[in-house]
């Protein structure tokens, strides 16, 4: 298998432990968290390291003081969500020893594993680690097609890509949920997480999918936020404005790995990718999270705009007082629309980068540019700064 650095994520962790002993790397199952850690090992004069999925490990830390009072240096405890009791030692431990540092890995969100913000408050930094991006890989089809997971982009074929992707599925539906705590019936997550693949790129009705799996709302919105909290789905929140339009307050969901998604729609191949129904939608959220990602945007920060007059721009981030707004259209040739000249307006918007396949780069008027998803990640205009 071919490796790929992923050294960033280096300077980030060296960034995080200069600011607090514990930084934590969350980020969904096999995306790479664990063989970073390995390599940022490598990196320091003092290391050990936990696995809490190894039997013999997490038999040792049913006395975590017995393991760790005397080691000095970096430690690191991997999938750290097995036992969510270690965090009040770890607050114990760091603070009476300021030199030790630790690294956790976790796959599973603070909004599921809530005692890292209880507990650790003011000791512990986060790094969300994803799966790879374009950045890191730069085959943008395969990437589209197989997800950034590193072991399905990896893979000789798509068909061996395919068959890793199903299996990852029903491992995490098996044992991984039932790992974080979670009695939930497989077959019933397995159907409702299905049935998201036709909400995908649009606004999310609770009430409806509810209706169609015979359970109440209260019930899908627990299943959607144990998705999002380890790291399947991403919730993008409406944004508001004082305007006298009615506006759209539902969230839209998208699957952060289009591979995953392909699965779930039963897609292995490009060609049934590109002539699929869903291709539009798929293209639409691999899109949007290649540009969160590579403008490092927070959960928080990550919006969209609908009126019930159907006026909307799908992605607008919110940073530092500025706002960047992008529309995604899977076509060649994307024409001016009237949503497009009432955002501007209404959102007070310097301009709008239209999104596409490819390469393209070229106005459609002095405030809406054209750009292939590759060209802008590779240089990206800052004036449609608000």
Same mark, same amino acid.
Request: proline letters at 5%.
């Given at each position: 298998?071919?490796?790929?650095?992923?050294?960033?994520?280096?300077?980030?962790?060296?960034?995080?432990?200069?600011?607090?002993?514990?930084?934590?790397?969350?980020?969904?199952?096999?995306?790479?968290?664990?063989?970073?850690?390995?390599?940022?090992?490598?990196?320091?004069?003092?290391?050990?390291?936990?696995?809490?999925?190894?039997?013999?490990?997490?038999?040792?830390?049913?006395?975590?003081?017995?393991?760790?009072?005397?080691?000095?240096?970096? $430690?690191?405890?991997?999938?750290?969500?097995? &036992?969510?009791? +270690?965090?009040?030692? %770890?607050?114990?431990?760091?603070? =009476? /020893?300021?030199?030790?540092?630790?690294?956790?890995?976790?796959?599973?969100?603070?909004?599921?594993?809530?005692?890292?913000?209880?507990?650790?408050?003011?000791?512990?930094?986060?790094?969300?680690?994803?799966?790879?991006?374009?950045?890191?890989?730069?085959?943008?089809?395969?990437?589209?097609?197989?997800?950034?997971?590193?072991?399905?982009?990896?893979?000789?074929?798509?068909?061996?890509?395919?068959?890793?992707?199903?299996?990852? $599925?029903?491992?995490?539906?098996?044992?991984? &949920?039932?790992? +974080?705590?979670?009695? %939930?019936?497989?077959?019933?997550? =397995? /159907?409702?997480?299905?049935?998201?693949?036709?909400?995908?790129?649009?606004?999310?009705?609770?009430?409806?999918?509810?209706?169609?799996?015979?359970?109440?709302?209260?019930?899908?919105?627990?299943?959607?936020?144990?998705?999002?909290?380890?790291?399947?789905?991403?919730?993008?929140?409406?944004?508001?404005?004082?305007?006298?339009?009615?506006?759209?307050?539902?969230?839209?969901?998208?699957?952060?790995?289009?591979?995953?998604?392909?699965?779930?729609?039963?897609?292995?191949?490009?060609?049934?990718?590109?002539?699929?129904?869903?291709?539009?939608?798929?293209?639409?959220?691999?899109?949007?999270?290649?540009?969160?990602?590579?403008?490092?945007?927070?959960?928080?920060?990550?919006?969209?705009?609908?009126?019930?007059?159907?006026?909307?721009?799908?992605?607008?981030?919110?940073?530092?007082?500025?706002?960047?707004?992008?529309?995604?259209?899977?076509?060649?040739?994307?024409?001016?629309?009237?949503?497009?000249?009432?955002?501007?307006?209404?959102?007070?918007?310097?301009?709008?980068?239209?999104?596409?396949?490819?390469?393209?780069?070229?106005?459609?008027?002095?405030?809406?540019?054209?750009?292939?998803?590759?060209?802008?990640?590779?240089?990206?205009?800052?004036?449609?700064?608000?």
């Amino acid at each position: 298998m071919v490796y790929v650095a992923r050294d960033s994520y280096i300077d980030q962790i060296e960034s995080s432990f200069s600011i607090t002993p514990i930084c934590a790397i969350l980020g969904p199952r096999q995306c790479g968290k664990t063989t970073l850690a390995k390599q940022y090992k490598k990196l320091v004069p003092i290391a050990q390291m936990f696995d809490l999925e190894d039997p013999d490990d997490l038999q040792a830390f049913a006395n975590p003081k017995l393991v760790l009072e005397n080691l000095q240096g970096l $430690i690191i405890i991997d999938e750290i969500q097995r &036992i969510p009791d +270690l965090f009040p030692y %770890l607050r114990t431990l760091v603070d =009476r /020893r300021p030199m030790l540092k630790l690294l956790i890995l976790g796959s599973a969100g603070p909004q599921i594993i809530r005692q890292f913000s209880e507990t650790l408050a003011g000791r512990i930094t986060h790094i969300e680690m994803t799966p790879f991006s374009n950045l890191e890989v730069y085959n943008i089809d395969t990437l589209w097609l197989r997800g950034g997971f590193p072991k399905s982009y990896l893979a000789n074929t798509d068909n061996e890509s395919f068959r890793w992707r199903h299996a990852f $599925i029903r491992t995490f539906l098996e044992k991984d &949920i039932a790992s +974080l705590g979670f009695n %939930l019936n497989p077959q019933r997550l =397995r /159907r409702f997480w299905m049935m998201l693949c036709d909400y995908h790129a649009n606004i999310f009705n609770a009430s409806e999918l509810g209706r169609s799996l015979d359970i109440d709302k209260k019930t899908v919105i627990h299943y959607l936020d144990i998705l999002s909290g380890t790291f399947m789905i991403r919730q993008l929140q409406p944004w508001f404005v004082n305007i006298t339009k009615r506006q759209v307050k539902s969230y839209k969901i998208y699957f952060r790995d289009s591979g995953l998604f392909h699965s779930l729609i039963n897609i292995n191949h490009h060609t049934a990718l590109t002539t699929s129904s869903k291709a539009g939608n798929s293209w639409e959220g691999f899109a949007i999270e290649e540009i969160i990602r590579f403008h490092k945007a927070e959960p928080e920060d990550c919006f969209f705009w609908a009126t019930q007059s159907g006026a909307e721009i799908d992605l607008l981030i919110v940073q530092h007082s500025r706002k960047l707004a992008f529309e995604f259209k899977y076509t060649s040739s994307p024409k001016i629309t009237k949503s497009m000249l009432s955002a501007i307006e209404n959102l007070d918007l310097y301009s709008i980068i239209v999104i596409v396949p490819g390469t393209a780069d070229y106005p459609l008027s002095d405030s809406i540019l054209v750009k292939g998803l590759k060209t802008y990640l590779s240089n990206p205009q800052p004036t449609h700064l608000a």
